[in-house]
């Protein structure tokens, strides 16, 4: 079996694959001040309450975009698994060409996920991805990864609000139960729903004029399903886009 490990600012997304099949998948919160104990437990807790025998795991690809975590990562699944992952990285095939002006600083969760959609879903397409930052990234029909867009994340301006301004309270990212607020946290919850399902909407009108109109926009990430609820932006909901393209590209390595 094949864990996947995707390793964010915010949170890590992790699933077990059996073949190309995607059994348990969990999301945990990123911390660089974890020890390798305390991941390598965390790790072993998971699978055993998967289901899914620690001596099964027998490959592990990891996308990073947190150094200090990937090195304690790594050495947690040497301990407690006894594998060796694959890091994406430069050394790594992934099968894209990407016409980035500098390929560098093209972050590895944005590699896997445009591997994915290739795979899965053929190009050209608009990946939009909730996450710490909420991302766009444009893939042409010929494969190649051409750049994109980077906003703040929904939960950064969430608390960027509750952190500036005195009278803010913090709030639960919901449905409000309509667009106008009738109170403070209505009114917080509608700013910032609607205001980037409006963001969402925009951002792939301006894709699609580019990459033309047979572009697919392809939704990932935490709060996908929450956004993808109030637009018609979004044609494909992926949740876990990031380890389907950890598969994919563990599977251009092995051997």
């Known amino acids: 079996m094949l864990l996947a490990v995707d390793i964010g600012n915010t949170g890590i997304t992790l699933g077990i694959f059996d073949g190309d099949d995607l059994g348990s998948c969990w999301r945990l919160a990123s911390d660089s001040d974890r020890t390798v104990d305390e991941y390598g437990i965390l790790l072993s807790q998971l699978l055993e309450r998967g289901n899914k025998p620690l001596d099964r795991v027998d490959n592990i690809a990891i996308a990073s975009v947190v150094p200090p975590i990937t090195g304690i990562f790594d050495r947690a699944c040497r301990d407690y698994l006894g594998v060796e ?3 994406v990285d430069a050394g790594v095939r992934t099968g894209i060409r990407i016409r980035y002006e500098d390929p560098k600083q093209v972050g590895a969760d944005r590699i ?3 591997a994915a959609v290739l795979k899965l879903f053929k190009g050209p397409a608009c990946i939009v991805d909730f996450g710490t930052a909420t991302i766009f990234d444009a893939v042409s029909a ?22 500036r301004a005195a009278k803010l309270p913090r709030v639960e990212i919901l449905r409000p139960p309509s667009a106008i607020g009738r109170n403070t946290a209505h009114s917080l919850q509608s700013g910032l729903l609607f ?16 990459l033309g109109p047979e572009m697919k926009t392809v939704g990932t990430g935490a709060l996908i399903e929450l956004i993808a609820r109030e637009t018609q932006s979004i044609d494909i909901i992926e949740p876990w886009l990031a380890l389907q393209g950890l598969r994919i590209i563990y599977d251009l390595n092995k051997g």
């Open 142 to 163: 010929d494969g190649e990864y051409l750049g994109g867009a980077i906003a703040p994340g929904i939960r950064i301006s969430s608390d960027a609000l509750f952190q």
């Open 195 to 210: 205001g980037y399902v409006g963001l969402v909407d925009g951002m792939v009108q301006r894709f699609r004029k580019e």
């Open 85 to 87: 992952p694959l890091v």
């Open 112 to 114: 896997v996920q445009t």
